[in-house]
């Protein structure tokens, strides 16, 4: 069992910043591709950001640039940094990891940038 715990998201201005923490109830230090996703009102949910048990990272095209998935194995936790934060970034942010055959997911944090 792995329990992801979503925090940092809030209400921001656009052209701000947040930081997201996602924190793993188990070590993290063999798990690959822990990734980020959101999902706005009405939308499917979507990627944003994959990074594998080294420091490969992926990014969704919308958010290259502005966005830095890092991870701490030391503090089990992977971070999202969104800068430049648009009224289109507004969705709730879940972090997610795959283990073995399961899939396992946060409950997600709401971020709202206001324009």
């Known amino acids: 069992q792995v329990r992801l715990v979503e925090s940092g998201g809030g209400l921001v201005q656009a052209g701000g910043s947040l930081r997201l923490s996602c924190a793993a109830s188990?070590?993290?230090?063999?798990?690959?591709?822990m990734g980020w996703y959101r999902q706005a009102p009405g939308k499917q949910r979507e990627s944003v950001a994959v990074?594998?048990?080294?420091?490969?990272?992926v990014y969704a095209y919308s958010v290259k640039d502005r966005f830095t998935i890092s991870r701490d194995n030391a503090k089990n936790t992977v971070y999202l940094q969104m800068n430049s934060l648009k009224p289109e970034d507004t969705a709730v942010y879940y972090c997610?990891?795959?283990?073995?055959?399961?899939?396992?997911w946060g409950k997600g944090t709401l971020v709202t940038v206001s324009s």
């Open positions: 997610s990891v795959v283990v073995g055959n399961r899939e396992y």
């Open positions: 188990v070590s993290i230090f063999n798990l690959n591709n």
């Open positions: 990074i594998s048990s080294g420091t490969t990272t």
